[in-house]
């Protein structure tokens, strides 16, 4: 599956901004799917930001934007969204939309290792 990422760009502190994730080639697995948001700064690993279950009924977030952020999908649409409130310059980063096969998981993967479908990366700048 082919992932593109959209919505990104140049926000102040306390903005709000929401990303946009469209699947693409393989759809039909799309409802089998784990879908994840990960982003990574200059200089820093990439790391987890949030999940959501193939089947919905579990979704994850890293303890830093724990009550900010909120992922969703529509699965008709192939897409995952990714809201984004009370944005912080410690926001500023790419972020990649991924996706792994998920009625095999136990659990949400938070690594990058369990997705092997990612996106080309969106920008998003948050300056104070």
């Known amino acids: 599956v082919q992932l593109v990422e959209s919505g990104g760009g140049l926000v102040q502190a306390g903005d709000s901004m929401r990303l946009t994730c469209v699947a693409s080639g393989r759809t039909s697995t799309f409802g089998s799917t784990d879908m994840a948001w990960f982003r990574q700064a200059p200089g820093k690993e990439r790391e987890f930001i949030s999940g959501?279950?193939?089947?919905?009924?579990?979704?994850d977030y890293a303890d830093s934007v724990k009550g900010r952020f909120t992922i969703s999908r529509d699965n008709t649409k192939y897409t995952v969204y990714l809201q984004m409130n009370n944005l912080k310059p410690e926001d500023t980063a790419v972020y990649y939309c991924a996706a792994g096969f998920g009625p095999t998981k136990v659990r949400l993967g938070l690594r990058t290792v369990d997705y092997d479908s990612w996106g080309q990366g969106t920008q998003i700048t948050v300056s104070s």
């Open positions: 959501i279950r193939w089947n919905r009924l579990s979704t």
